[in-house]
């Protein structure tokens, strides 16, 4: 099993910057592929950004690139979201996902979540 907890959320004004951290547990995860999805009230959840551990590949929703970069620090077992230039419409639960295998934008091929943390962007 792994663990996921996310931290960093919060209330940025149009055009601020946030960053998510997100601490893995549980298991090493050198192997796996760890990203983010976010969530706004009434919509389904939706693919933001993910990363290949081994190899730091990183894959992004056109609605974030460049504006949003993924990383991740092997040492903390930690992966990132840098959120700059954020807009209303960011406004959302952002959760954290980790899964053995390649990099996808499906939320069910994501095994492992952890319990999201609010963004809320105001205008």
């Known amino acids: 099993q792994v663990q996921l907890v996310e931290s960093g959320g919060g209330l940025v004004q149009a055009g601020g910057s946030l960053r998510l951290s997100c601490v893995a547990s549980?298991?090493?995860?050198?192997?796996?592929?760890m990203g983010w999805f976010s969530q706004a009230p009434g919509k389904e959840r939706e693919f933001v950004a993910a990363i290949r551990w081994s190899s730091s590949s990183a894959y992004y929703a056109d609605s974030v690139k460049g504006r949003f970069t993924i990383s991740r620090d092997s040492a903390k077992n930690t992966v990132y979201l840098q959120m700059n230039s954020l807009k209303p419409e960011d406004t959302a639960v952002y959760f954290c996902v980790a899964n053995r295998a390649v990099i996808t934008t499906r939320p069910a091929d994501y095994d492992y979540w952890g319990q999201g943390t609010q963004v809320t962007v105001s205008s």
């Open positions: 549980g298991r090493t995860v050198t192997s796996y592929t």
